[in-house]
């Protein structure tokens, strides 16, 4: 069984830099593709980035392009989100998520194709 812990947030000033960690019980990043995907308050949970296996090739949601950079490590047991020039609008849960599944660029958006998920780590930008 797949299991994910998300780590890394915190409360920061806008403008600043955060690096949220996924770290699996095995080295699975190399043979499942994973995403990362955010709840802000009273909004519903929304794609930010995903990291395919193999190749690594990498997807952004486009308020965040150019801004976040998603990663993982040589080890395939942990993916990272740096996140960069944050906005009070990043406020939100962030979860990690990963599927041994195929998918398709329109499918790495959708929350529902994901296996398995972290608990969620808060991040707090303050204007």
């Known amino acids: 069984q797949v299991q994910l812990v998300d780590s890394g947030g915190g409360s920061v000033q806008a403008g600043d830099s955060l690096r949220l960690s996924c770290t699996a019980n095995?080295?699975?990043?190399?043979?499942?593709?994973m995403g990362w995907f955010r709840r802000a308050p009273g909004k519903e949970r929304e794609f930010v980035a995903a990291?395919?296996?193999?190749?690594?090739?990498?997807y952004y949601a486009n308020s965040v392009k150019g801004r976040f950079t998603v990663s993982r490590s040589t080890t395939g047991d942990t993916a990272y989100l740096q996140m960069n020039s944050l906005k009070p609008e990043d406020t939100a849960v962030y979860y990690c998520?990963?599927?041994?599944?195929?998918?398709?660029?329109?499918?790495?958006?959708?929350?529902?194709?994901?296996?398995?998920w972290g608990h969620g780590t808060q991040v707090t930008v303050s204007s």
């Open positions: 990291l395919s296996y193999g190749a690594g090739s990498t």
């Open positions: 998520a990963a599927t041994p599944d195929p998918l398709t660029v329109d499918q790495r958006m959708s929350v529902r194709r994901y296996d398995y």
């Open positions: 095995d080295r699975i990043f190399r043979t499942h593709n």
